[in-house]
């Protein structure tokens, strides 16, 4: 047998478009410092971890979260944001209509529940629900709550989401601003209110 007949190529396996989302998000975080933790890869979960991350709805107390402050949540191996917003967070929202590339979530490149097509992305106007993925590369944005000018924001900035890998901002609803990388609004996940003080995520009654 000669040398080039026993020589091979190996080429590598594709990586599926799960892994390539969380390596891209996992990547741009560390490269720029912002303490984002990276959720684990679907193979290192324990069981019950493996059906939430394939699915499985999952159930969230939400009484604890106070005004201003947001909890995050794993669902489907994606991170879930739940910002309870003060009345100047909402009053924000109006404030910024004419800055945003999508102010009314008419673009369809991402499913949008139809009780997410207002104003406030949400079915009570005090909590946002959305997956906390840029739409651009799909890194994780850092929450800037706070309003007024600050690096790398404008200085009539209302606070939102900033995206510190290619700078794309998002508002307090997650709608992305114009002229950014991003080009959509964050994804806004199926999900009903079991009572006043919990969260269904990854299931509605739309059915």
């Given at each position: 047998?000669?040398?080039?007949?026993a020589?091979?190529?190996?080429?590598?396996?594709p990586?599926?478009?799960s892994?390539r989302?969380w390596?891209l998000a996992?990547?741009?975080?560390?490269?720029v410092g912002?303490?984002f933790?990276a959720v684990?890869?679907?193979?290192?979960?324990t069981?019950?971890?493996?059906?939430?991350?394939?699915?499985?709805?999952v159930?969230v107390?939400?009484s604890g979260?106070?005004p201003?402050?947001?909890?995050?949540?794993?669902?489907?191996?994606?991170?879930?944001?739940?910002?309870r917003?003060t009345?100047?967070?909402?009053?924000s929202?109006k404030?910024v209509?004419g800055?945003l590339?999508?102010?009314?979530?008419?673009?369809t490149a991402?499913?949008?529940?139809?009780?997410?097509?207002?104003?406030?992305?949400s079915?009570?106007?005090?909590?946002?629900?959305?997956?906390?993925?840029?739409?651009h590369?799909?890194c994780?944005?850092?929450?800037?709550?706070?309003?007024?000018?600050?690096?790398?924001?404008p200085?009539?900035w209302?606070g939102?989401?900033f995206?510190?890998?290619?700078?794309?901002t998002?508002?307090l609803?997650?709608?992305?601003?114009?002229n950014?990388p991003?080009?959509?609004?964050?994804e806004?996940?199926?999900?009903?209110y079991?009572s006043?003080?919990?969260?269904?995520?990854?299931?509605?009654?739309?059915?």
């Amino acid at each position: 047998m000669s040398d080039a007949q026993a020589t091979s190529t190996f080429t590598p396996a594709p990586l599926d478009s799960s892994k390539r989302t969380w390596l891209l998000a996992t990547s741009c975080a560390g490269a720029v410092g912002a303490g984002f933790i990276a959720v684990p890869f679907v193979g290192s979960f324990t069981p019950s971890e493996k059906a939430k991350a394939a699915g499985a709805a999952v159930e969230v107390d939400i009484s604890g979260i106070q005004p201003g402050e947001m909890k995050t949540v794993e669902w489907r191996g994606k991170p879930v944001w739940i910002l309870r917003r003060t009345p100047e967070m909402l009053a924000s929202l109006k404030q910024v209509e004419g800055e945003l590339a999508d102010p009314n979530s008419d673009r369809t490149a991402l499913p949008i529940p139809t009780y997410a097509k207002n104003a406030w992305r949400s079915i009570k106007d005090e909590f946002l629900v959305v997956i906390g993925i840029c739409t651009h590369l799909g890194c994780s944005p850092v929450e800037k709550f706070k309003a007024g000018a600050q690096p790398s924001l404008p200085d009539n900035w209302q606070g939102g989401f900033f995206c510190p890998c290619h700078g794309s901002t998002f508002d307090l609803a997650g709608r992305v601003f114009k002229n950014k990388p991003a080009p959509d609004n964050l994804e806004v996940p199926a999900y009903t209110y079991l009572s006043d003080s919990k969260l269904l995520i990854g299931e509605d009654n739309q059915a």
